[in-house]
């Protein structure tokens, strides 16, 4: 089993900052692939990054790449995701997710762990 916890959600202007955390904790093997989802009201959850654990090799969404940076430190366990040149369109709930295949895309049915998301608002 692997449990998932979110930090680090805010408001902010358009054009500020943020940088999300997620502590993981159970078996490294069950968490190969990590990634960061986000879901705005009314919309479909959307993947926003995925780093893989071993190797750090990460995948960004098209709406996210040159702002957003995701990354791992392992000597303290958390993964990051750096928000910069935040727009009101970023506003939504954001989810940390894991699975345990080094196939690391984007699609959120291959995700078996999910955390309970914290909340971004980006607003003037």
């Known amino acids: 089993q692997v449990h998932l916890v979110e930090s680090g959600g805010g408001s902010v202007q358009p054009g500020g900052s943020l940088k999300l955390s997620c502590v993981p904790s159970?078996?490294?093997?069950?968490?190969?692939?990590m990634a960061w989802f986000r879901q705005a009201p009314g919309k479909e959850r959307e993947g926003v990054a995925t780093?893989?654990?071993?190797?750090?090799?990460?995948e960004y969404a098209s709406s996210v790449r040159g702002r957003f940076t995701v990354s791992q430190d392992n000597a303290l366990n958390t993964m990051y995701l750096e928000m910069t040149n935040l727009q009101p369109e970023d506003t939504g709930m954001y989810y940390c997710?894991?699975?345990?295949?080094?196939?690391?895309?984007?699609?959120?049915?291959?995700?078996?762990?999910w955390g309970q998301g914290t909340q971004v608002t980006v607003s003037s």
């Open positions: 997710a894991a699975h345990s295949s080094y196939y690391c895309k984007r699609d959120e049915t291959d995700f078996r762990y």
């Open positions: 780093i893989r654990h071993n190797d750090g090799h990460a």
């Open positions: 159970g078996s490294a093997a069950l968490r190969v692939c």
